[in-house]
């Protein structure tokens, strides 16, 4: 018999609601956050380069690698082979045709974005999906 823990509706932040005695079936966390799961990863944050995104040091984040990078995702990258969580952001050349600027922006003004230069590797992971972390 698994052991799941029991989702009990929602919370109000405020005075209690009447219906605080329902009670919903067992969440189960993978059937709520991952979609593709032999395509999902989870990955723990090391640093706060992310912070303003919400994405702590030590958080979990849930990672699909079967889902094609968009202009603002936060996604799982290698850069020159070393892995980074960043805003992706796509330039466009002028008149439209070709690839434009890449670039990996951080979410906290202590760190510069990283602008891709020719020649290096950028090797995309996944896309962030959710973040789980624990309140301190």
Known sequence: MSKKAKMSGSVVAGFPSPAE??????LDLNELLVKRPAATYFVRVEGDSMVGAG???GDLLVV???LRPADGDVIIASVDGDFTVKTLRLGKREGGKGK???RLEPANAKYQPII???G???DYFGKVTACIHQLK
């Open 21 to 26: 005695q329902y009670q919903e079936p067992p």
């Open 100 to 102: 434009g600027e890449i």
């Open 55 to 57: 994405i702590r040091d």
């Open 116 to 118: 891709l230069k020719s």
């Open 64 to 66: 699909d690698r079967s």
């Open 120 to 122: 290096q590797e950028l």
